[in-house]
């Protein structure tokens, strides 16, 4: 496809581009659009169109629609394809130029809750967790699960509750892409929620610390969100160089975990170049080898509760199979039960009623294989295991912006909070698959 290549132009044109984002920074996507092609469940003839321009493709379940980022030059030339649309970004560079990252500016105590009012360097998430290690100091540990490809730390936080640690395992990954800021920012309100109201007394966080050790891994792909940050603001992979002298970086950590790697042709890329390059084979990137280590020390240990890998976007939550959409699992009975009643309570939490749509992965989107939840389901034998993808569902996108921080977060601690109560409950008992 012609879009491959807008992401090599744009690669080279954020060069030079300054090492601490600032607002007022000139951004390499400063007059660039981003459209919502709407294709009435015939995406072919849409996309037939859309090959006489450039352009780069954000979303990959296109039945209904293709979101698309398009460069000034382009634009008079996709005007006369004459397709229907909405547009998500008048201006892709303001709109990221107002996410107005924050860096040495922050100096906040832990226990404010003003640090989701913004975006922060990457330097200061490590310092944050830090001091939410320090408002918990009996019972937290600052842990790694490995480093990335350029030495960064995926570092995260071990929390429990009264008795010590050593309970059955709850594990969240946040920020396997990127450019997907929203789910660091979730993870961290999680654990801020967990740490502030286990010290203040709250039944629900002292409920769910006293059952289950929670590891919280915030930024799973350092190096790509250092990059964004620095480069190239909507940059997917991590940073590990092609294989064979190729020219293109990075490898996309959700498609390369061991189980179901190559089971299906349309569930990841073999082209280096393509944002769901899955690897030269399972588990070649040093970031989910490190991942893949502690699912499996948490599995022969306690067991794994919960697991669940956070992105954005499109406001879904998918369990088990991606790999195969005519595949269900045993468990998908109680995963979809326990799915909706999480759905309405964040719908219910939300002034504007969010939407969250559930089922199995493959089935309820798109094939995708070497995938976190299915491997973390039949490796490393999780009992629930989920993809939670975050807000919103098409007029922001990847770039959210500030003031739908904390709304975004605030309902993913209501559904959680749902969620947890409900993990050994005696109703999911004969619940089979849906």
Request: glycine share 8%.
């Amino acid at each position: 496809m012609r879009g491959l290549r807008l992401s090599s132009i744009l690669a080279v044109v954020a060069v030079g581009a300054s090492a601490i984002p600032t607002k007022g920074i000139s951004s390499p996507y400063d007059g660039f659009k981003v459209f919502r092609v709407k294709t009435q469940g015939h995406p072919s003839a849409i996309q037939e169109k859309l090959s006489n321009i450039t352009f780069e493709q954000w979303n990959h379940d296109v039945n209904s629609h293709i979101d698309i980022v398009v460069a000034p030059d382009q634009l008079p030339v996709f005007a006369e394809l004459g397709l229907e649309f909405d547009v998500m970004h008048e201006d892709l560079g303001a709109s990221i130029a107002a996410e107005s990252v924050h860096s040495s500016l922050w100096k906040r105590q832990a226990g404010d809750p003003s640090w989701f009012d913004s975006y922060h360097d990457y330097n200061d998430h490590i310092e944050y967790f830090q001091s939410l290690h320090d408002l918990f100091p009996d019972n937290s540990e600052i842990i790694s699960s490995g480093s990335s490809y350029e030495n960064r730390s995926l570092y995260g936080i071990h929390l429990w509750g009264t008795g010590g640690p050593g309970k059955p395992a709850v594990l969240y990954h946040g920020t396997v892409h990127a450019r997907e800021w929203i789910s660091t920012a979730t993870t961290e309100y999680l654990t801020y929620k967990l740490v502030t109201g286990y010290n203040a007394g709250d039944r629900d966080a002292r409920s769910a610390l006293d059952k289950y050790d929670f590891y919280i891994i915030p930024i799973v792909n350092p190096d790509g969100f250092a990059y964004t940050q620095t480069t190239q603001r909507l940059w997917r992979k991590n940073r590990q160089p092609g294989p064979n002298g190729s020219t293109c970086y990075g490898r996309d950590i959700n498609r390369n975990w061991e189980f179901a790697w190559d089971a299906n042709p349309l569930g990841a890329s073999t082209n280096p170049c393509s944002q769901t390059y899955k690897g030269e084979r399972p588990s070649d990137t040093p970031e989910n080898q490190g991942l893949d280590k502690l699912v499996r020390q948490l599995r022969d240990g306690a067991g794994i509760k919960l697991y669940i890998d956070w992105h954005s976007y499109g406001q879904y939550i998918l369990s088990p199979f991606g790999y195969k959409d005519t595949l269900y699992a045993p468990e998908l009975g109680k995963w979809t039960k326990a799915a909706q009643i999480v759905s309405d309570a964040i719908r219910d939490s939300s002034s504007d009623l969010t939407t969250f749509t559930f089922g199995p992965s493959g089935a309820t989107l798109y094939p995708t294989t070497g995938a976190a939840p299915d491997h973390v389901y039949s490796i490393g034998r999780a009992e629930f295991s989920y993809t939670i993808e975050l807000r919103d569902i098409g007029r922001y996108g990847f770039v959210l912006p500030p003031e739908l921080i904390r709304p975004t977060v605030e309902e993913q601690w209501a559904g959680q909070k749902v969620l947890w109560s409900l993990l050994d409950e005696e109703f999911f008992d004969g619940v089979g698959p849906a």
